[in-house]
């Protein structure tokens, strides 16, 4: 009775989570126990090291360089302790037998899943921690001076800057050097425009509020060093987000028709934002607008004028820069670093789960390859269009043959392999996880900010994979005998 | 009124190969019954279906006909797990760890509670006598340290029913002793144990009842006593009878009917002989 009721406050006290954390613990101390965490914090030192190789252009492009470098590299060291510690650890306790003891006790088998789980969740946040600790004040203190705030920005310069004379009365003074390269000078009584043709931007490359630095030469009447200028959004897209450039001030017209006697890759200004500003000579000045109005192809003209006649504007062609806004660098390498660690876990669940039916060796094979093919099934998803299109174009070339059959429209490959070809991408599509969701080294090289709206859509992806693939483990590991 | 704290009825364990053909029948038809409070002894040659029914008691193997239960219910309930302690064949411990280390990570699996996981331990390291060597890690243990370790982890919830799974292999025949007493004192506290081993000294020295396992089926159980008692055959162990008289108690045993077939000198066993010679020399250290 006394035994009975002992155990029975033993089995009040056990809380399921108190398995899964004991297991979590062991995995915790096994590492530090095996040298892991110097291993760790030797590597990451070793990484920064190597930075002095690193070529240096510019301060600014150098902790970029040095952020992507370290960002890439704990990717990468992060992804090896996933599948190389982690794709041992459960077929090691399986075939080293250790797995009889612990399923005696009572541990339930989704409890061994997600205790080794989340051991290694917790070995691979410590290193996180740890390894942005490190960049962190490396970057700041050695690369930087330990000057000021790291903020960090992209330049993209206008692919075209043109002056266009509306009413021939503007007196446009070109003097272009080789030391100087000016557009020109608008002066005169009539209206003038220049704009600087921003074309095929990438989009993933700007904030969603854009900002564009403008540095102009102004020069007034009486030798005033100011004036007022209007300025000119005029997009490439009929779909611009014409009321959120209204709420920034932006005073926002439609425009009925297209010029006909414009040229292919002239504007459509379907939409036209215009607002007044004054502008001191040489002092920059920036304005704002919604990234959406450089539409899905990446073109916007920025256009000035004088609001009065008497104004001289000189023109050069890094007058306007569109730009990244500013950011704080410790902000955004901890969002890298987060976006990083959501990739982790999507191998480690993965490898985890691979682990529950694989031997040690073969599941090393596929922790890798899910990650090696996780990084490039981008390029499946892209080529998908062009095997659609192809398919298209071999089927319209059948009809028009009026047979019905495939006279090689597909190119080198018939239509059915095509096919084929399309069912299998998708399929793999659906089930390896496209791991450039978390591809946060592309705009810390870019210098943008890494929206956190972005982090969380890829904290749901990372959620999808890794409960599924969990689920499925302990799928697996409850068939699972042991003998 | 018995108490059947393990039961199995028509338990069968058929192994397959990847593709479902069976290829090796390794429990047929087992039909078991173990006391609350006994000792149970599970005989068997290599390959007999020992360890593969104690696997299916453990819910490490699924029957494929057939049903078992431990305490009243199913192997696989963590329930039932929470009152079973088990000893597999090798101690397999995670190296890293140290023997307090070890029986405290088990003890947390069960949510006792720290002083309670310490006080286990330190006592059952005591018990098996490793508690000058407590703090060293288990991979410097020698392999009779690392099974104590085994079995003091088999014990740290206290449990009601024991799985043992060879508890003297690989153990010198004092601590094979140790262990030995410890199965009759977890008697003594009314435990049952369920244990198979090949040392069958061991299991006579210790087993109240058995089961004899060949080709997957039960060929015979019963009471220890009972099952290597001669039936028609008596022994006298006399103490202080001189050489000549012999010839007259050989008479008298034929004169009441009684068919002499052997008279010898006993002997100790060889694990008395050495036990006492080991004892001495401890003593007089």
């Known amino acids: 009775m006394k035994q009975r009721l002992a155990s029975l406050a033993l089995g009040l006290r056990r809380s399921p989570l108190g398995a899964v954390g004991a297991l979590s613990g062991l995995t915790m101390r096994e590492s530090v126990r095996k040298k892991v965490f110097i291993l760790l914090v030797v590597f990451t030192l070793v990484m920064l090291g190597a930075t002095a190789l690193l070529p240096s252009i510019r301060p600014e492009d150098r902790v970029l360089l040095i952020e992507t470098w370290a960002q890439r590299a704990i990717t990468f060291f992060g992804v090896l302790i996933a599948v190389f510690l982690a794709g041992v650890s459960l077929p090691d306790d399986i075939e080293e037998r250790r797995v009889f003891t612990l399923l005696t006790k009572p541990l339930a088998r989704w409890q061994l899943l997600a205790g080794r789980f989340a051991g290694f969740a917790s070995l691979l946040a410590v290193f996180a921690i740890a390894a942005f600790a490190i960049c962190a004040v490396f970057v700041r203190i050695v690369a930087h001076g330990g000057k000021g705030t790291l903020a960090s920005h992209s330049e993209i310069e206008a692919r075209e800057v043109r002056i266009e004379e509306e009413d021939g009365q503007s007196k446009v003074e070109a003097r272009s050097t080789e030391a100087d390269p000016l557009i020109g000078i608008v002066a005169g009584g009539g209206q003038t425009i220049a704009f600087w043709a921003f074309r095929g931007v990438d989009l993933t490359d700007l904030p969603e509020t854009v900002t564009a630095r403008c540095t102009l030469e102004v020069q007034g009447q009486a030798m005033m060093s100011f004036g007022e200028l209007e300025i000119f959004l005029r997009p490439l897209s009929r779909d611009v987000p014409a009321a959120e450039a209204a709420a920034m001030g932006w005073n926002v017209r439609f425009v009925k028709e297209p010029d006909p006697n414009a040229k292919p890759d002239d504007p459509l200004p379907f939409r036209l934002a215009t607002r007044k500003i004054v502008a001191k000579h040489m002092v920059p000045f920036e304005i704002q607008f919604p990234r959406g109005w450089f539409g899905e192809t990446g073109g916007l003209d920025i256009a000035v004028k004088r609001a009065k006649p008497n104004l001289t504007l000189s023109v050069r062609p890094k007058s306007v820069l569109v730009r990244s806004s500013p950011h704080n660098f410790e902000w955004n390498f901890a969002k890298a670093i987060a976006f990083t660690y959501l990739l982790w876990m999507v191998v480690l669940a993965i490898t985890i789960a691979g682990s529950t039916v694989l031997s040690a060796p073969v599941n090393l094979l596929f922790g890798l390859s899910v990650f090696v093919t996780g990084s490039m099934v981008g390029y499946v998803r892209e080529s998908l269009p062009t095997v659609a299109e192809r398919i298209k174009v071999a089927e319209e070339a059948a009809v028009d043959d009026g047979h019905g059959h495939d006279h090689g429209g597909g190119g080198d490959f018939p239509v059915p392999v095509l096919r084929f070809s399309q069912f299998v991408s998708k399929i793999s599509l659906r089930a390896i996880p496209d791991l450039n969701e978390f591809d946060a080294a592309t705009p810390i090289l870019k210098g943008v900010d890494i929206e956190s709206g972005k982090l969380f859509e890829g904290f749901k992806f990372a959620l999808v994979y890794v409960v599924g693939a969990l689920l499925a483990g302990l799928a697996f590991l409850r068939m699972r005998e042991f003998r | ?285």
Not at chain 2, 264 to 279: A, D, H, K, M, V
Request: hydrophobic share 40%; proline share 4%.
């Open chain 2, 1 to 285: 009124m018995s108490d059947a704290v393990i039961e199995t009825q028509n338990l069968s364990k058929v192994f397959t190969n990847f593709w479902g053909r069976k290829k090796h029948k390794a429990v047929d038809c087992l039909n078991l019954r173990v006391e609350r409070g006994e000792v149970f002894g599970f005989l068997g040659p290599n390959g007999s279906g020992k360890t593969t029914t104690m696997k299916m008691l453990l819910g490490l193997l699924y029957p494929t006909s057939g049903a078992a239960s431990v305490l009243g219910k199913d192997p696989t309930h963590i329930g039932t797990k929470e009152r079973i302690g088990f000893l597999p064949e090798e101690s397999y411990l995670y190296k890293f760890l140290t023997a307090v280390e070890t029986l405290d990570f088990y003890g947390k699996l069960f949510g006792m509670p720290r002083s309670l996981r310490k006080e286990r331990a330190e006592k059952l390291l005591d018990q098996v006598g490793l508690k000058e060597a407590k703090n060293r890690p288990v991979r410097e243990y020698s392999k009779g340290m690392a099974r104590r370790v085994g079995l003091a982890q088999a014990l740290i919830n206290d449990p009601e029913v024991i799985f043992l799974d060879e508890p003297t292999s690989g153990l010198d025949p004092i601590v094979s002793r140790q262990v030995k007493d410890l199965i009759l004192e977890l008697k003594r506290q009314g435990k049952t144990v369920f244990m198979s081993s090949h040392l069958l000294a061991d299991i006579e020295d210790v087993c109240d009842r058995v089961g004899i396992m060949y080709n997957g089926q039960l060929r015979a159980m019963g009471s220890l006593k009972e099952m290597i008692r001669i039936p028609d055959k008596t022994q006298f162990l006399v103490h202080g009878l001189e050489s000549e008289r012999r010839l007259e108690v050989a008479q008298a045993i034929e004169a009441a009917g009684g068919l002499l077939e052997d008279i010898t000198e006993p002997r100790r066993s060889l694990e008395e002989l050495f036990l006492s010679i080991i004892g001495k020399r401890k003593e007089e250290n």
